[in-house]
């Protein structure tokens, strides 16, 4: 544990390290899921990429969640 008052890098790395690889995965799934709803029910072009853009919204906001809940638990001082 870091002393009082310093900034503990460990956490830091721990917490933007496993965010980067969470939020590759939940924006690639999310866009991913948004193209293929749309594209199985054939709502043309506009369509798959407004879903396509709605999933990759959905993955970045579960991002953040993890993030956020993943701070809490590894406090950075």
């Known amino acids: 544990m870091a ?5 503990n890098w460990t956490n830091i790395a721990n917490v933007l390290g496993a965010t980067v690889i969470v939020g590759s995965e939940a924006v ?3 866009g991913a899921t948004g193209w293929a ?10 369509a798959v990429l407004v879903a396509t853009l709605m999933g990759v ?3 970045l906001v579960a ?6 809940s993943a701070h809490r638990v590894e406090r950075f001082r």
Request: aromatic share 8%.
């Open 3 to 7: 002393a009082a008052g310093t900034t």
């Open 28 to 30: 690639g799934a999310g």
């Open 37 to 46: 709803i749309a594209s199985l029910l054939k709502l043309g072009d506009q």
């Open 57 to 59: 919204a959905v993955g």
């Open 63 to 68: 991002t953040v969640a993890f993030f956020r």
